[in-house]
């Protein structure tokens, strides 16, 4: 059976961006047809400026909504990552598989390397060595595959260059893992700027539509979507970027794709309604599943506690392994 691992950092309240990126996925398709792991990646929380109180919240915030949207603590394992000692134990044997320069080169440690050094701010370490905690998290598993979104893409090749870099210097221990994306929405983008991906480090923003945001709230943000200066409704990426977006979220949610769909709207106010109602069904469900679940916190707890139980017995071999083949001492 084919062997997934994925996960969500609680940096922020969970975005449609995730959901349609990711999330949607793993509760439709990946849960049933394969042997899923779905991780709170909360180590990676850490890598920029943090509140101890708000991780701690919204780890569990991000697990409840997890659960709401309907994984299966049945089907598949949900747990937090730094309740599961070997991602830590194996990152380290992979920071001395990787090298510098490949972690220098990664676009996320630019960018918000160069955003932190804007606000005043310094740069932990962590921004640069966190890909390799992600080859950790992967790799323990000896996963085949990773569903994600686009911007996690350099990512999973960076995970895979040190598995097969691993397996030729040390023997074979790690499955080289592959990227799965989504069919539409795989980078659904901020809808003030249609240029950059609907993030949920980017809180309050108008461009960022959150699981949790009441119906009225998603209406809103959706009809003040920015779009451009034409009239006709056409699905072009690059110079009709925040249509396109539009037409992306409306076709994930119903179906059906983009194209076809631009040329059923003679208006950007028609597109941007029927995509605000769309969306707006899509959340009902998980909004109000979330509300029961978050009554009932020893419940979460328990499904964590279980699922990082069956973490650690999965991932304790493969760490051994990789500790035995490098020429650790066991002991
Ligand atoms: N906009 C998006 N479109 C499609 N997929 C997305 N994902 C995230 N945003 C989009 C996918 O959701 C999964 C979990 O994402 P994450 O928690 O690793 O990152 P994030 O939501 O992008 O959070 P941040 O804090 O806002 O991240 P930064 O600031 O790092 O961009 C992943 O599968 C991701 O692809």
């Known amino acids: 059976m084919t062997r997934i691992f994925s996960g969500i950092k609680p940096t922020g ?25 779905f991780s709170i990646v909360d180590l990676h929380a850490l890598t920029v400026e943090h509140d101890p109180a708000r991780v701690r919240r919204l780890s569990r915030q991000s697990a409840t909504l997890m659960l709401a949207a309907g994984l299966d603590p049945q089907l598949c394992t ?3 990552q730094s309740h599961v000692d070997e991602h830590a134990r194996l990152s380290y044997l992979l920071e ?16 918000k390397g160069t955003r932190a050094r804007a606000a005043g701010q310094s740069v932990r370490l962590s ?12 790799l323990a598993y000896r996963t085949d595959e990773v569903p994600v979104g686009d911007d996690q893409t350099q990512h999973v090749e960076l995970t895979r260059d040190l598995a097969v870099r691993f397996n030729q210097r040390y023997g074979h221990t790690f499955t080289v893992p592959r990227a799965t994306h989504p069919p539409v929405a795989a980078r659904v983008m901020n809808l003030q700027d249609p240029t950059s991906k609907m993030g949920k480090s980017d809180e309050s923003g108008p461009g960022t539509v959150h699981l949790l ?12 979507a920015v779009t451009d200066s034409g009239r006709e409704v056409e699905y072009d990426r690059v110079t009709r970027p925040g249509i396109a977006n539009l037409l992306e979220i409306l076709a994930a949610c119903e179906g059906g794709n983009p194209k076809d769909l631009a040329g059923v ?5 028609a597109l941007k309604k029927d995509t605000a109602e769309a969306v707006v069904e899509l959340l009902r469900p998980i909004r109000e599943r979330h509300a029961e679940l978050a ?9 964590l506690r279980k699922g990082a ?15 035995r083949a490098i020429g650790l001492l066991p002991a």
């Open 309 to 323: 139980e069956r973490a650690r017995e999965m991932a304790r071999p493969t760490v051994d392994a990789a500790y």
């Open 78 to 80: 949900v747990f937090v």
């Open 265 to 269: 709207y003679e208006s950007y106010g």
């Open 13 to 37: 309240h969970l975005t449609l961006g995730n959901y349609l990126g990711a999330l949607r996925r793993w509760v439709g398709v990946d849960q049933h047809q394969s042997d899923a792991l």
């Open 127 to 138: 921004l640069l060595t966190y890909p390799v905690l992600m080859a950790a998290d992967i």
């Open 213 to 224: 945001d009441e119906a009225d709230v998603v209406r809103k943000k959706i009809m003040r």
């Open 96 to 111: 001395c598989t990787a090298t510098d320069g490949e972690l220098r080169r990664m676009i996320q440690y630019k960018e």
């Open 295 to 303: 009554a009932d916190p020893g419940h979460i707890d328990s499904v």
